[in-house]
Nanobody, 121 residues
Framework: QVQLVESGGGLVQPGGSLRLSCAASRSIFSFNVMGWYRQAPGKPRELVATITNDGSPTTNYADSVKGRFTISRDSAKNTVYLQMNSLKPEDTAVYSC?????????????WGQGTQVTVSS
């Protein structure tokens, strides 16, 4: 059973920073892609950032966070991070970590429980 545990959320003022962590219960190299998603009240879940788990990881960001957020990984700690800078009130949401395993026949997604990020003065 794969477990993903997010941490690092909280209340921050506009312009502030937070770093989210997603700790996996097994090697992150067992997943093809890991990513962060967010869901604000009354809105659908949206992709924030993804990172591939290969020798030359590729990152991808939503336009709304480019230049402000950075996704990274620490394979020794089986952890993926999301550094969030210059936070805006519209970044307020529950942030969840997803790990994806791709095979020729199947796609398997694992999700964490989510962590609340609130940007408010």
């Amino acid at each position: 059973q794969v477990q993903l545990v997010e941490s690092g959320g909280g209340l921050v003022q506009p312009g502030g920073s937070l770093r989210l962590s997603c700790a996996a219960s097994r090697s992150i190299f067992s997943f093809n892609v890991m990513g962060w998603y967010r869901q604000a009240p009354g809105k659908p879940r949206e992709l924030v950032a993804t990172i591939t788990n290969d020798g030359s990881p590729t990152t991808n960001y939503a336009d709304s966070v480019k230049g402000r957020f950075t996704i990274s990984r620490d394979s020794a700690k089986n952890t993926v991070y999301l550094q969030m800078n210059s936070l805006k009130p519209e970044d307020t949401a529950v942030y969840s970590c997803r790990a994806r395993v791709l095979t020729i026949m199947t796609t398997k997604d694992y999700w964490g429980q989510g962590t609340q990020v609130t940007v408010s003065s």
